[in-house]
C-alpha cells in the first residue's frame, strides 16, 4: 500500500532526473513550452473546451512526474473559465497515474522553476498526498479542477477505473519516460485499456513517435497520426480514438444504468446528518441542486449529534478493503474538512492508539513491522513520548496517528451545508413517512403532503430500519452511549485523543468525550448508568486502576444514539434495489455463471449512502463523492475493487451466488 517515491537528482540546468530511468521529467529547454505544444496543442484543448457542451471534461494522464502538466492544463483551465463565465464547460477532471510519486521536497524544488505556475503549485504542494496506493481526490477550486492522483502501476490502476458504458476520457496526455527508458509502460495492455476507459473521439498527444506506441494506438482503436515535435525532437504523435468498447467486467455492479443526472434534475437528500450533509457538499461542488429533508427541527440529532467525534483510521497490518476504505477515507475526509470556509470546533491534536493489552500489542507490532504505510500515516510511539505527547501519564505506548484529532460532528454537519451553493435548499421538520419509485422519478410524503424528485438518496442513518425500501439492506442499528466528562484537575492537561477499546478526548466547552458502549439491535436513547458504569470501567481497565483515571468525576451528563451498520462493516453507497428484483436477475450464478456473463442492473431512481457506524467522520466524505461521480457520470475515486466492496447491491449478489432467496 505505500508507495516508493522516486528517486531523483537535479542536473546541471536544475532539470530534475529520474534514477530509475536515467530520463529528464521535462525538457531542459522549456518544460512549459513542452507541455503546451505536444498535450494542450496537441489535444487541440482550447477550440475543443469552446466546443464542448457537457459540463465537465475529463483528461487522463500517464504519469504525474512533477505534476506540470496538470498545472498548465489547471490554469489555462481557469483562464477559460474566466473567459467564458456562461458557457456550459463548468469542471475539469484530471486523472494522472504515477507509479513512483517525487518526495514533496523535490516536487517543490523542480517546481520552483516555472515561476508563472506558483499559484498552482503552490495548491498542489498544499494539497500534495502520502504516498499511499490507490487515489487520492485533490479538490482545487480556484481553478475549477478536481484532480484524481493514482498512485501504483498504470496497468494495474487502469483496469480498476469504473467508466460509463460510452467511456469517461476526452483527452490524454501520454507522457511518463520514453518508450526506450521505461519499455514496461508502453504495453498493448496500456493501448487496450485507453480504448476502454475513451469516449468516442477523445484525442491524445504524445512527444514519442516511436514504432511500438503508432502501432499499439493503431491496433487499439485509435487513429494516429505523426506531427512536427517540440524542440529538439522531430516527430511526434497525435490522434483520436475511433474503436469500440469492451462489455463491463462484472456488471451486476455496474454504477452507470441511469441517464447521468444534470443541473435541470431534482434530487432529494432525506436525512440530516453527516451522511446527507456530506451528499450535499458535494453534489454542491457538481452544480446539482438537491433538497435535504431532515425530519427534526435541527440538523444532526441522530448519531451526529454527539458534541465530540475522535477523527481517525481504523488500519490492518495488510492492505485490506477495509483498510484501504479507511485510509483514503481519513485522507480525503481530512482534505475536506481542512479546506472548508465555514468554521467548526475541532482539533488536530493527533490520535494515540494504545498498547494497552498483550494481543493489542502484537498486533500493532505485526502492523508496524509490515510496514504497509507510512510514518506520516501512523507511527510507533514509545509510552514516554506518548505521556509527554498527551500531557498525562499513560501505561503504554502504542500507535501515533498524527493526522488525526477530533472534531465537533453537528458543527461540522453545519459547516458542510454552509459550504454548499443556493442550489442546495435545506428543510428542517420535514418528515418522511412514504417513499415511491416511478419510472420518471420519486415521490415522497412530506408532513403528509406529496413532492416529486427526479430522484431520491436515502441517507437517514439508524432511521432507515423505518423505510421499507432500506429492507434491501441487512441493517443492524447499534447503540452507543458517550460519557461527557466534566472538566477536572487529573485531566485537564490531555491534549490529544486516547483510543483503546474506548476512547477519551481533550475537554471542549468543559466536558470530554468518554466512550462508546456498543448495543446491539438497541433503538432506545435513554441514558443508562449501567452503560455509564461499562464506559468508566472499560477506561479503567485500559488504563489501569491506579492511574489518574481512577481519581475522574463524574455527574452522569452523556448522550446515547444509534448507528447503523451493515455485517461486513463496511458502508453502503449507490443505488438501491430490491432484493427480489436482483435475486431474479442474478440466480443463474448459483449455478456457477461468472458475473461477467450478466447484465447490468435495472436503471432506477433510488439511491443509498448509509451504514458508516461509528465511522462516519472517516468515510461520509469519500462515499459522498463515489455516490456523487455515479449519479453525474463523472469520475469516480476508487478502484473498482472499493465500489463493489461498498455496493449497496453485494449483499444480494452474494445471496444469488449461494443460492439464498430474498
Known amino acids: 500500500m505505500k508507495s516508493r517515491t522516486a528517486q531523483v537528482y537535479f542536473n546541471d540546468s536544475g532539470t530534475p532526473v529520474a534514477d530509475d530511468f536515467d530520463d529528464v521529467y521535462f525538457s531542459n529547454d522549456s518544460g512549459i513550452d513542452e507541455t503546451h505544444h505536444v498535450f494542450i496543442a496537441g489535444n487541440d484543448i482550447p477550440a475543443r473546451w469552446l466546443a464542448h457542451t457537457r459540463r465537465d471534461f475529463v483528461i487522463a494522464e500517464t504519469g504525474f512526474g512533477t505534476g506540470l502538466n496538470c498545472l498548465v492544463a489547471m490554469q489555462a483551465f481557469a483562464a477559460f473559465r474566466a473567459e467564458h463565465p456562461e458557457h456550459p464547460l463548468k469542471q475539469l477532471f484530471i486523472l494522472s497515474t504515477e507509479k513512483f510519486p517525487m518526495a514533496r521536497d523535490d516536487l517543490a524544488r523542480a517546481l520552483t522553476a516555472f515561476p508563472v505556475l506558483e499559484g498552482a503549485a503552490k495548491a498542489l504542494l498544499n494539497n500534495y498526498p502520502l504516498s499511499i496506493q490507490g487515489c487520492h481526490r485533490l479538490h482545487f477550486d480556484e481553478f475549477h479542477t478536481t484532480l484524481d492522483l493514482w498512485i501504483g502501476d498504470v496497468h494495474e490502476l487502469l483496469p480498476q477505473w469504473h467508466v460509463p458504458p460510452r467511456g469517461l476520457i476526452d483527452a490524454w496526455f501520454l507522457d511518463g519516460f520514453a518508450p526506450g527508458k521505461n519499455p514496461d509502460m508502453w504495453t498493448e495492455a496500456l493501448f487496450s485499456q485507453m480504448a476502454r476507459v475513451s469516449r468516442q473521439g477523445a484525442t491524445f498527444g504524445t512527444f514519442t513517435a516511436a514504432g511500438i506506441v503508432k ?3 493503431r491496433d487499439a482503436g485509435f487513429v494516429v497520426e505523426k506531427r512536427k515535435g517540440f524542440g529538439r525532437k522531430r516527430d511526434m504523435l497525435g490522434g483520436y480514438f475511433d474503436g469500440q468498447h469492451p462489455a463491463p467486467a462484472a456488471p451486476p455492479y455496474s454504477r452507470f444504468n441511469n441517464d447521468a443526472v444534470t443541473a435541470d434534475h431534482r434530487i432529494a437528500i432525506i436525512g440530516g446528518g453527516l451522511a446527507a450533509a456530506a451528499l450535499a457538499r458535494s453534489l454542491s461542488r457538481t452544480g446539482i441542486s438537491a433538497t435535504v429533508l431532515c425530519a427534526d427541527e435541527t440538523l444532526a440529532q441522530g448519531a451526529s449529534g454527539n458534541p465530540q467525534g475522535g477523527f481517525y483510521p481504523q488500519l490492518h497490518s495488510e492492505a485490506s478493503i477495509a483498510s484501504q476504505i479507511q485510509a483514503h477515507g481519513f485522507l480525503y475526509a481530512s482534505r475536506v474538512y481542512r479546506q472548508l470556509p465555514e468554521p467548526f470546533t475541532h482539533d488536530w491534536c493527533g490520535v494515540l492508539q494504545l498498547n494497552f493489552s498483550k494481543t493489542v500489542g502484537e498486533r500493532q507490532a505485526k502492523l ?5 504505510w507510512p510514518e506520516a500515516l501512523v507511527c510507533a510511539i514509545s509510552r514516554q513520548d506518548a505521556s509527554d505527547f498527551a500531557g498525562v501519564p499513560l501505561p503504554a505506548g502504542g500507535l501515533h496517528i498524527p493526522l488525526g484529532g477530533w472534531v465537533c460532528p453537528p458543527e461540522l454537519v453545519s459547516a458542510l451545508i454552509a459550504g454548499c451553493d443556493e442550489n442546495i435548499r435545506v428543510q428542517t421538520g420535514a418528515k418522511v413517512t ?3 419509485e416511478h419510472e420518471d422519478g420519486v415521490t415522497l410524503c412530506v408532513n403528509g403532503e406529496e413532492q416529486h424528485f ?3 438518496v436515502i441517507a437517514t442513518g439508524a432511521d432507515s430500519i423505518h423505510i421499507p425500501q432500506m429492507t ?4 443492524r442499528p447499534v447503540r452507543g452511549q458517550v460519557e461527557a466528562i466534566p472538566g477536572q484537575p487529573s485531566v485537564s492537561a490531555l491534549r ?8 477519551m478526548t481533550p475537554q471542549m466547552d468543559n466536558r470530554h468525550a468518554l466512550g462508546s458502549t456498543y448495543g446491539k ?16 470501567a472499560t477506561h479503567k481497565k485500559a488504563m489501569g486502576a491506579d492511574s489518574w483515571v481512577a481519581q475522574l468525576q463524574h455527574d452522569g451528563q452523556a448522550r446515547a444514539a444509534i448507528r447503523l451498520t451493515l455485517p461486513d462493516h463496511q458502508p453502503a453507497s449507490g443505488q438501491l434495489l430490491s432484493n427480489d428484483v436482483l435475486y431474479e436477475q442474478y440466480r443463474a450464478l448459483s449455478t456457477g455463471k461468472p458475473l461477467s456473463s450478466q447484465t447490468p442492473p435495472p436503471a432506477g431512481r433510488l439511491f443509498t449512502l448509509t451504514g458508516l457506524g461509528s465511522r462516519g467522520l472517516t468515510t461520509a466524505p469519500f462515499m459522498a463523492q463515489i455516490l456523487t461521480g455515479q449519479l453525474t457520470h463523472t469520475p469516480l475515486p476508487a478502484p473498482e475493487s472499493l465500489l463493489q466492496a461498498t455496493a449497496p447491491q453485494r449483499f444480494a449478489i452474494r445471496n444469488s451466488i449461494r443460492g439464498v432467496a430474498p
Open 215 to 217: 502501432r499499439g494506438l
Open 368 to 372: 508496524l513491522d509490515s510496514e504497509v
Open 434 to 436: 412514504a417513499v415511491t
Open 454 to 456: 427526479d430522484y431520491a
Open 472 to 475: 434491501a439492506l441487512p441493517l
Open 496 to 503: 490529544t485523543v486516547l483510543c483503546h477499546k474506548g476512547y
Open 521 to 536: 439491535d438497541d433503538t432506545r436513547c435513554d441514558v443508562r448508568d449501567s452503560d455509564t458504569q461499562t464506559n468508566l
